[in-house]
């Protein structure tokens, strides 16, 4: 639950229900949930309903924003500035080249609602029972979280969320698919980056980062240079750097966020030639997908197109995650 936004709406009773819900888990069946298994909670769904204006209204009050299902082209143009390139160029079938941006046609075919900010340190003490009070940031992203321990959060949010009769028929918490992610930092746009753009600023800001734009490290002459908050290179709160257009903050830089996907240099496996229906990664491999940069990345792997993978058990001060509510993915 978005704790300090629930203060700001003048519903901290809810956040008390929550507490307590969650004072009532039992650490040695919640360490179970540690596991790498998903199949528990990730199930097949036959009647996908649309949710109601209450449901939008509750979870938008609880931090999550709809994203209304639609078609977008994940990937970047050759010409995107910071975009890395193409190896092994295969000239009897460029679809066998090692392209991990190229633009593929995706359609997502259900609407779902995503995280405003990522989990902060508050939101993941409340959950696994520790004491908020004594957090140094909670408004700050958690770090330090592994590809495990981020599903683990999911399920148990999922099951208190159940508890309270807060989510939606045949929904789950769980990490944004990597296209989920992709069209929500995109926002409708085209270029390296989902923010508000003029009408006369189509053609050129929207391959430009502006210098309070996202939170990310900065270097000499790059296009997407940012001024740095402090001495010291660290993430941020909600609501220190621009949301995008459709009121989603850092999905550029801050931290890097960890998507359900499976790694794989191509999208899906097979890869598809023809328009890619809510893809959700490779059906084997040893890394899971990072995405957004964060503020140790230079600007170019905070584009929208730009990803990153590592190890599911992976631990660093710059990788976090937001939580998706829509239907489960396998």
């Not at 008390?16 to 819900?21: N, R």
């Not at 957090?135 to 208190?160: D, I, N």
């Not at 270097?219 to 220190?240: A, I, M, N």
């Amino acid at each position: 639950m978005r704790l300090i936004r629930m203060k700001e709406k003048g519903t901290t009773g809810l956040s008390l229900v929550f507490l307590l819900l969650s004072s009532c888990t039992d650490v040695v069946e919640r360490n179970k949930s540690y596991g790498d298994g998903n199949d528990s909670y990730l199930l097949p769904i036959k009647d996908k309903k649309k949710f109601s204006e209450k449901q939008v209204k509750l979870l938008k009050d609880l931090g999550y924003e709809l994203i209304r299902a639609g078609e977008f082209k994940m990937g970047s143009p050759f010409h995107e500035p910071g975009r890395p390139p193409v190896k092994n160029i295969n000239d009897e079938d460029p679809l066998n080249d090692e392209d991990e941006e190229r633009l593929t046609t995706v359609r997502l075919s259900n609407d779902y609602f995503i995280g405003k900010f990522e989990v902060s340190n508050a939101e993941w003490a409340l959950i696994w029972k520790s004491n908020v009070e004594k957090l140094s940031s909670p408004t700050e992203p958690v770090t330090q979280v592994s590809h495990t321990r981020a599903m683990a959060y999911c399920r148990e949010l999922t099951r208190l969320m159940q508890i309270m009769e807060i989510l939606p028929e045949n929904t789950i918490c769980r990490l944004p698919t990597e296209a989920e992610w992709e069209y929500a930092c995109r926002a409708g746009n085209d270029g390296v980056h989902g923010f508000m753009m003029s009408e006369g600023d189509q053609s050129e800001f929207k391959n430009v980062f502006n210098a309070d734009d996202a939170n990310f490290a900065r270097s000499s002459g790059s296009s997407g240079q940012t001024k740095l908050y402090g001495s010291d290179l660290s993430s941020y709160s909600f609501k220190d750097f621009s949301k995008n257009k459709w009121d989603l903050y850092h999905m550029h830089g801050n931290v890097r966020e960890w998507c359900y996907d499976l790694y794989g240099v191509q999208y899906e496996n097979p890869f598809s030639r023809e328009v890619s229906i809510d893809p959700i990664g490779r059906l084997e491999g040893k890394y899971r997908v990072l995405r957004g940069g964060s503020f140790r990345t230079y600007w170019t792997k905070c584009r929208s197109a730009a990803r990153d993978f590592a190890e599911p058990y992976t631990m660093k001060d710059d990788i976090g995650f937001r939580v998706v509510i829509g239907h489960p993915i396998r």
